[in-house]
């Protein structure tokens, strides 16, 4: 398997002919890029990308699903995966070969076996994490995730991995549409991640979610990130690869 991270939380990965996308974005229109800001890096040209067999969406924030860009680089037709409780939204954007997944479906897709699992959203919006694996190796793409309860349980069933990639900003958000706001954070810390690591019994956490977008006083990053990932991840004993977009990480 290959493994290449991409812009923010995106993800390339391919087996043979099969090529997987996980929430890949080309832009962020507005209302989203009001409170993000403009990215801080760029961000993933879609014609930079072979067509893929499908892109897996983690949940339908502007920051993870592009469906716009999508169509452009790809046509209508390309098969998506969502949370299914997602399904009559995405259909709403033009596309036409999606699929609804709920915990615990899984589906192949050319080489690869795919997993829906529990992902919790900070703001209680439909969300899944996708466990990504061939015969010999398997990954697990968190997408912005707030710490919960189901890591044991995903080890349990589906462990353990070669890689978590798991957000580790710990975005502070003040928007319109969830006042008053919450001072907590909406994903992962970046300790929370090492702990989320740890219970996953990954070999590698390859932090995302991160330094793409800080835009105060709406979006905030935590402070000391990549610091507080190191010194938490040697407290805990997790391996951390730290990876740009564009490297490829298996």
């Not at 169509?71 to 998506?80: E, N, S, T, V, Y």
Request: net charge negative; hydrophobic share 40%; with cysteine.
């Amino acid at each position: 398997m290959k493994v290449q991270r991409l812009a923010w939380a995106g993800l390339f990965l391919q087996e043979g002919e099969t090529v997987i996308l996980i929430d890949p974005i080309q832009q962020v229109p507005a209302p989203t890029s009001h409170v993000v800001g403009q990215p801080l890096e760029r961000l993933t040209h879609f014609s930079k990308l072979p067509r893929p067999s499908a892109i897996l969406t983690t949940h339908l924030h502007a920051d993870h699903f592009d469906p716009e860009s999508a169509i452009q680089a790809f046509g209508h037709d390309l098969p998506f995966f969502v949370p299914h409780s997602s399904l009559e939204a995405t259909l709403q954007k033009g596309l036409t070969q999606v699929t609804g997944m709920n915990v615990g479906d899984q589906t192949k897709i050319g080489e690869f076996l795919v997993t829906a699992v529990q992902s919790i959203d900070g703001f209680g919006n439909p969300q899944v994490a996708w466990i990504v694996e061939t015969k010999t190796q398997r990954v697990i793409h968190c997408g912005d995730t707030v710490w919960h309860g189901y890591f044991w349980e995903i080890t349990k069933r589906y462990g353990p991995f070669d890689i978590a990639f798991l957000p580790v900003n710990g975005a502070v958000l003040d928007i319109p549409t969830h006042q008053p706001p919450s001072r907590l954070p909406a994903c992962l810390t970046p300790e929370q991640a090492v702990e989320a690591a740890h219970i996953l019994q990954a070999k590698k956490l390859v932090p995302i979610h991160y330094k793409t977008f800080h835009h105060p006083p709406f979006y905030l990053e935590t402070e000391d990130l990549e610091k507080r990932l190191q010194q938490a991840a040697r407290e805990s004993q997790v391996e951390v690869m730290m990876a740009e977009a564009g490297d490829f990480v298996l």
